[in-house]
């Protein structure tokens, strides 16, 4: 059979070496988008003739980006978005899912039936399938970064849009007796093996719990007073964007994590010798202050206003702060791949490579490490 496959030139096979490890796909590299870059990008965006309802935006697109799914690492797509004052888009519905954080300006979107009010520096959840319309409700312009799993929905071909095939759905009607009889708490569920599988009915994939999943905001006025402020404060530095909708995956959406930071100034914190990695990809937003960092053995410097693809997934990674601080926005696909048991996270590297979500994970961290701390 072995001998017949080589042969077949159109068979679809691939045979595999026998005593050869899989080979790993090159990363891509760490990337900063400079805080001129994305300015300059905002007014070029304003400058535009643009008829009333159209979307003023531009995808941010690593050199390593292949044209499906045009992304800053193959699992992120980040757009910047502007409206001027009194200008307002509506967005179509798609089944991709968006952490959003406000650059400059303020404003409002309507999602669903909720409304969200928007100002600088605050962070919003986006589920899917929800037509949202944002609004510049101030007299300055208002721009937004835009992070999207809909790069790795475009690869993965399952990405959807109502864009051009706006369909209503009807209201539901009562369901029939026989149709209450083919649902989940109705469907057969069979132990087997006395180890815990279980053989079930299909009901219990097509009439799934349905599980709250409402668009949230933060505002930076609520966060940041639980953030360090100054240094021995008792405060944290690093705290989560949390969505209760993601569950044991501490999501702000059941793909991403929002973190923010904030390093108090004061104190010079150099990048550590060694750093750790994940097979999450990070990617910063700097908002405050100033710092550098290494990424497989490259250094970086950055400031204020920088967007960086900081750690590449699996890529090392190590972070100091200038003696300004720092406050950061990190957002990174931890929930995604706690979802499909690939997150893996390796602290030290001479140290173990810890399954999370599977063992036990990483005790007492609260923070990336500092020399001294």
Same mark, same amino acid.
């Given at each position: 059979?072995?001998?017949?496959?080589?042969?077949?030139?159109?068979?679809?096979?691939?045979?595999?070496?026998?005593?050869?490890?899989?080979?790993?796909?090159?990363?891509?590299?760490?990337?900063?988008?400079?805080?001129?870059?994305?300015?300059?990008?905002?007014?070029?965006?304003?400058?535009?003739?643009?008829?009333?309802?159209?979307?003023?935006?531009?995808?941010?697109?690593?050199?390593?980006?292949?044209?499906?799914?045009?992304?800053?690492?193959?699992?992120?797509?980040?757009?910047?978005?502007?409206?001027?004052?009194?200008?307002?888009?509506?967005?179509?519905?798609?089944?991709?899912?968006?952490?959003?954080?406000?650059?400059?300006?303020?404003?409002?979107?309507?999602?669903?039936?909720?409304?969200?009010?928007?100002?600088?520096?605050?962070?919003?959840?986006?589920?899917?399938?929800?037509?949202?319309?944002?609004?510049?409700? *101030?007299?300055?312009?208002?721009?937004? #970064?835009?992070?999207? +799993?809909? &790069?790795?929905?475009? /690869?993965? !071909?399952?990405?959807? $849009?109502?864009?051009?095939?706006?369909?209503?759905?009807?209201?539901?009607?009562?369901?029939?007796?026989?149709?209450?009889?083919?649902?989940?708490?109705?469907?057969?569920?069979?132990?087997?093996?006395?180890?815990?599988?279980?053989?079930?009915?299909?009901?219990?994939?097509?009439?799934?719990?349905?599980?709250?999943?409402?668009?949230?905001?933060?505002?930076?006025?609520?966060?940041?007073?639980?953030?360090?402020?100054?240094? *021995?404060?008792?405060?944290?530095?690093? #705290?989560?964007?949390? +969505?209760? &909708?993601?569950?044991? /995956?501490? !999501?702000?959406?059941? $793909?991403?994590?929002?973190?923010?930071?904030?390093?108090?100034?004061?104190?010079?914190?150099?990048?550590?010798?060694?750093?750790?990695?994940?097979?999450?990809?990070?990617?910063?937003?700097?908002?405050?202050?100033?710092?550098?960092?290494?990424?497989?053995?490259?250094?970086?410097?950055?400031?204020?206003?920088?967007?960086?693809?900081?750690?590449?997934?699996?890529?090392?990674?190590?972070?100091?702060?200038?003696?300004?601080?720092?406050?950061?926005?990190?957002?990174?696909?931890?929930?995604?791949?706690?979802?499909?048991?690939?997150?893996?996270?390796?602290?030290?590297?001479?140290?173990?490579?810890?399954?999370?979500?599977?063992?036990?994970?990483?005790?007492?961290?609260?923070?990336?490490?500092?020399?001294?701390?």
């Amino acid at each position: 059979m072995a001998t017949m496959i080589r042969e077949t030139k159109a068979a679809p096979f691939a045979e595999l070496p026998a005593d050869v490890a899989p080979a790993y796909p090159k990363p891509w590299p760490a990337l900063i988008i400079t805080r001129a870059e994305i300015e300059s990008e905002i007014e070029r965006l304003l400058d535009l003739d643009r008829r009333p309802g159209q979307r003023r935006a531009s995808d941010v697109v690593h050199p390593s980006s292949l044209q499906t799914g045009l992304a800053v690492t193959p699992g992120l797509a980040i757009s910047i978005n502007v409206l001027r004052p009194g200008e307002e888009v509506e967005l179509f519905r798609d089944n991709a899912t968006r952490v959003e954080f406000v650059l400059r300006g303020m404003g409002s979107v309507a999602v669903g039936s909720a409304k969200l009010g928007l100002a600088k520096w605050s962070v919003s959840s986006m589920p899917s399938m929800l037509k949202r319309t944002y609004r510049n409700d *101030g007299r300055e312009p208002m721009a937004w #970064l835009s992070y999207s +799993n809909s &790069a790795l929905l475009q /690869r993965l !071909g399952n990405y959807y $849009s109502d864009e051009r095939t706006s369909i209503a759905r009807p209201p539901r009607a009562e369901r029939s007796d026989v149709e209450q009889r083919y649902v989940a708490k109705n469907a057969p569920d069979f132990a087997i093996a006395g180890d815990g599988a279980r053989l079930r009915g299909y009901e219990f994939v097509t009439d799934i719990e349905v599980v709250e999943n409402k668009p949230l905001v933060w505002p930076w006025s609520e966060t940041s007073p639980h953030l360090a402020a100054e240094n *021995g404060d008792g405060k944290r530095n690093l #705290l989560l964007l949390v +969505n209760p &909708a993601t569950g044991r /995956r501490q !999501g702000t959406t059941h $793909s991403f994590f929002a973190a923010l930071s904030r390093i108090p100034a004061g104190v010079n914190r150099p990048v550590p010798p060694r750093g750790h990695k994940h097979s999450s990809f990070a990617v910063n937003y700097h908002f405050e202050g100033a710092g550098e960092s290494v990424v497989d053995g490259e250094h970086y410097e950055w400031e204020a206003g920088d967007l960086m693809l900081s750690a590449p997934a699996w890529g090392e990674h190590a972070h100091g702060m200038k003696a300004c601080g720092a406050s950061v926005l990190t957002v990174q696909d931890h929930p995604f791949h706690m979802s499909i048991g690939s997150l893996i996270w390796q602290e030290e590297m001479d140290g173990p490579i810890l399954t999370l979500g599977s063992e036990e994970g990483q005790s007492g961290y609260v923070g990336p490490r500092q020399i001294g701390d």
